[in-house]
């Protein structure tokens, strides 16, 4: 009975180490099938927090976050993290102070970021090809286009710039051949002339055959930067070389917008409407209000399936209606029993629209002030607009400054003048022209006076 006591205990314990042992080994196992994206950044007073996204093909998932202390960061990944393109934001906005890196759950992703010298990595092969084919290729393909702008018509020169782009190209294309890198770098193939040609002949063909080896329907480049940067190259950039007015520019680029449209045909609505957003924030940042406008009216607003899209169309709406030199949105108020509108105000050289609050202290500051430097500008008139949540204290205040106009819009923030102007802060201002139209937004009541001083 004992012996037979002690067997099971035997037997128990044995069957416990095992458990155990294949826990342990199970715990290992996936500990050992994590991996991270770690580095440094420089000079690393300038930075704090990053924030890791896995990019798909017209949208984004938050993945994860950290500190960078004393400019070092680590970022770990779950084993089933899906293999792919990542983007690490660094900096407000996103859209501008980030980078890409290729993560495919198999490998540790060490970089260096400095400010001035841009991305490295010290560890992952995939993105240190990557990153040594774009390096490779950009210094053959600067070398063909120094050949051209310096005027040469050598032959033997140009066969050997040929045969080196055609050897960087295909010795990458191998090195990458079991890498997810691969797809990029065959997608990145630039136009290669096959025999001699002229610059203009070189110019017209890069851009007929840019788009040979380029899969659009790809979802590993729509899930990426890298095919939005190349559709962006070729609005903007696939121009005739020799000098033209800024319109006759816009209108080409418009046609090569055309031409992407063209090719965008089958690809899903959340890359289409991306891409187009891209586009138009580029033409808007380079103040190219033809292209702009004709994104945004002919394809852009028309494509906003989703509530997210749709709050970007408003946002972009809202800019265009209070951008320099658009005309001031209406605004109707009265004026001892009779109604006023802001577009049929005549008389004066300029007007000033402020946003105000009577229990905002800035604001009590600020436009007594304006009020008493403005009195001598007669050519000037004021129309101050109260965000008020009542008219109690609104018309206590709004009386001690008898030569403004004034309106008042119940609803605070989500009164009707606050959305329409896009106000989020008080006091904001708006000086107009004679006919109305947005010429400045002063950060102050100073910067007011400073910019009418100036106008006249």
């Known amino acids: 009975m004992e012996n037979g006591n002690f067997g099971v205990v035997i037997a128990q314990y044995n069957d416990m180490r095992s458990f155990l042992l294949i826990l342990v080994l199970s715990i290992s196992a996936t ?32 993945v994860a976050d950290g500190p960078i202390k004393e400019g070092k ?17 660094y900096a407000i906005p996103q859209e501008e102070y980030n980078f890409d890196v290729f993560f495919t759950g198999k490998e540790d992703v060490a970089l260096h970021f400095d400010s001035d010298k841009g991305l490295t990595f010290t560890a992952s092969n995939e993105n240190i090809v990557f990153n040594n084919y774009l390096s490779r290729i950009q210094e053959a393909e600067h070398r063909l286009i120094s050949y051209y702008t310096s005027g040469s018509v050598e032959k033997d020169e140009f066969e050997t ?9 295909n010795s990458f294309v191998e090195k990458s051949a079991n890498l997810n890198v691969s797809t990029f770098i065959k997608a990145n193939r630039p136009y290669i002339p096959s025999e001699y040609e002229t610059a203009n002949q070189y110019v017209n063909n890069r851009k007929a055959h840019y788009f040979d080896a380029l899969n659009l329907a790809d979802p590993a480049l729509q899930a990426s930067g890298f095919l939005t940067e190349k559709l962006l190259n070729y609005v903007f950039t696939a121009l005739p070389p020799e000098p033209m007015k800024p319109e006759e520019s816009e209108a080409l680029m418009m046609e090569n917008l055309k031409t992407i449209i063209q090719k965008l045909e089958g690809v899903s609505n959340a890359y289409q409407f991306n891409l187009l957003y891209s586009i138009w924030s580029e ?34 709406e809202l800019e265009k209606r209070i951008q320099l030199g658009a005309t001031a949105p209406e605004i109707v108020w009265k004026k001892d029993g009779t109604l006023q509108s802001l ?10 629209l402020v946003f105000w609050s009577s229990t905002c202290g800035h604001c009590l500051n600020e436009l ?9 500008h007669t050519n000037v008139k004021v129309l101050a607009v ?10 206590t205040e709004s009386a001690k400054l008898n030569n403004f106009d004034h309106a008042i819009a119940l609803g605070k923030w989500d009164s009707e003048y606050a959305l329409t102007y896009g106000i989020n802060g008080t006091p904001t201002y708006f000086i107009l ?12 009541d100073k910067g007011v006076v400073e910019f009418l001083e100036k106008a006249h």
């Open 283 to 316: 033409a808007s940042a380079k103040k190219l209000p033809l292209l702009s406008d004709y994104v945004y009216q002919d394809y852009l607003k028309s494509i906003a399936s989703t509530p997210a899209h749709q709050e970007l169309v408003a946002a972009i």
């Open 31 to 62: 500990l050992g099938a994590q991996h991270t994206i770690s580095g440094t950044f420089s000079p690393a007073e300038d930075y704090t927090w990053l924030i890791a996204y896995h990019l798909k093909p017209g949208a984004q998932d938050y």
């Open 433 to 444: 022209d004679q006919e109305k139209r947005i010429r400045a937004k002063p950060e102050n």
């Open 368 to 376: 007594p002030a304006l009020h008493k430097r403005l009195k001598k």
């Open 386 to 395: 109260g965000l008020e949540d009542d008219d109690k204290t609104w018309k």
């Open 73 to 89: 960061f680590e970022l770990s990944f779950a084993e089933n993290s899906p293999a792919g393109t990542y983007r690490l934001v």
């Open 161 to 169: 710039i040929v045969e080196d782009l055609h050897t960087v190209q």
């Open 343 to 352: 577009s049929e105000l005549e008389g004066y050289d300029n007007y000033v």
